[in-house]
């Protein structure tokens, strides 16, 4: 099987700061997935003795504390403070950002919308900068019975699509006199989207690389479905079935930031000898 | 020949208040036409003696000088309190807010979008409020060379079309990290057009009175071609052709924002009986 790997994919450069931060850092313990991807934890785990921990009150004294890529909370960075951890911070930058937003335009009295997954760890951790009104959406129906005031600051996931942000944006100017606009989708991710935009059009079968649990893996999967009917979402070569590559062509390969360059190789290895 | 109105048309609160400003200056001056529309200029002049000047030199200095409702530029407006006149500011609030957004964000650091039509007297007033860049354009084309910061901020001329302004607000979030929406057009403008979108859609013929130099007569009867092939913009008695009229059941009527009911009750009059 020939592959075509998209022009842009893979890791981004906070996911890779962030793991030369814990693998910088061994024996320490991440407040959470550093990333989501459970193969890529697993190997810091074995590698680098670094371990997860979803709950402050497990956490041992005496361990350095990693904050995940996607940053956590508020109340959970001063709680840590409160009991002395020892931390290394490696939210991604592009992350803080609309953390820092929300907390200064909350601040000067704009109600918040955060276009997000309410339940990405991501989302939690920006809104909770928030003082005021802050509202989490994913479309514009969601603000219908939303009580705005008349100065709205909106962001954005960093991992979501462009054009579904604007939808949220496009609805609240026509409600608002102000609207404060941050597009704080990443780049990494506006890259990886719209080279798999490009790939998926022009390929028989097309593969996206990533973890289940990854959003911008689910976005690129979502757009390439769009551009090739037959795409799949595989985290590993274990996921591959040979019978969705029978009478195909040329096989289309992106993955998600999260995604290391590893798990990636030993998959186009796999689909070639297919 | 049945006549239906739309549900929100002709004079707007700005309007209203300019005329009546000039009623209660007898004699005075206005600099630039009072509103875009000449057969209510020519009442005013008739019976009010409300004169039109161009021309910042040719005012004499004994007479009251009121400021158009499309208000007029900084740099006129201190020349004419420079020079002592006695100044009526029949400036619509709904365009002294975008002159005030457009000087205070500039001074912010902004970089200024003025979504409208450059050659537009509201537009000339509100750009030369800025004190930085300002770019004033139509479509989302014209920025494309722009020279843009990476901070914006945008309004719009009073009178144009929200799905025209969002066009220019998406690419500006393609391309800007925040861009500060503030939707300057205005609520009349808003409801008139909403109206006569309803109203055009479900007629034989639709007749748009106002000034053929009024923008947002202009937009009215874009948005009205769309609902119904046969409209015609007209703006007296005098342009009406009773071939238009021929074997058309219903005539919609809808009337710009500097449409006086004068004129706008002989054109249905006329229509009635045709």
Excluded at 9 to 17: A, I, M, N, P, T
Excluded at 104 to 131: C, L, Q, T, W
Excluded at 216 to 233: A, E, M, P, R, V
């Amino acid at each position: 099987m020939k592959v075509k790997l998209a022009e842009n994919y893979g890791f981004c450069f906070g996911v890779k700061r962030a793991i030369k931060i814990a693998e910088n850092s061994p024996g320490s313990i991440t407040f959470g997935p550093l990333i989501h991807n459970p193969l890529e934890i697993k190997r810091l785990k074995n590698e680098y003795k670094v371990d997860v921990c979803e709950n402050i009150a497990e956490l041992s004294s005496d361990k350095k504390v990693v904050v995940r890529t996607h940053g956590i909370t508020k109340s959970d960075i001063l709680k840590l403070q409160a009991e002395n951890f020892e931390i290394v911070d490696a939210t991604c930058p592009f992350v803080t950002k609309p953390q820092q937003i929300c907390e200064r335009m909350s601040a000067d009295g704009y109600d918040i919308v955060i276009f997000g997954d309410i339940n990405h760890p991501e989302v939690k951790g920006v809104m909770s900068y928030a003082v005021g009104s802050v509202f989490v959406v994913l479309s514009p129906d969601e603000l219908l019975d939303a009580k705005l005031g008349d100065r709205v600051a909106v962001v954005s996931q960093t991992t979501k699509k462009e054009s579904d942000f604007v939808k949220i944006v496009e609805f609240l100017i026509s409600q608002k006199r102000e609207v404060r606009v941050f597009n704080t989708i990443c780049n990494a991710t506006w890259d990886n989207q719209s080279s798999a935009r490009e790939l998926s059009g022009n390929v028989d079968i097309m593969l996206v690389i990533g973890g289940k649990n990854s959003s911008n893996t689910k976005q690129l999967f979502d757009i390439c479905k769009s551009g090739c009917k037959d795409s799949y979402l595989v985290e590993s070569v274990d996921d591959l079935d040979t019978d969705w590559f029978k009478d195909k062509g040329i096989c289309g390969i992106t993955a998600g930031a999260s995604t290391p360059d590893w798990i990636i190789s030993k998959i186009v290895e796999k689909v070639r000898e297919i």
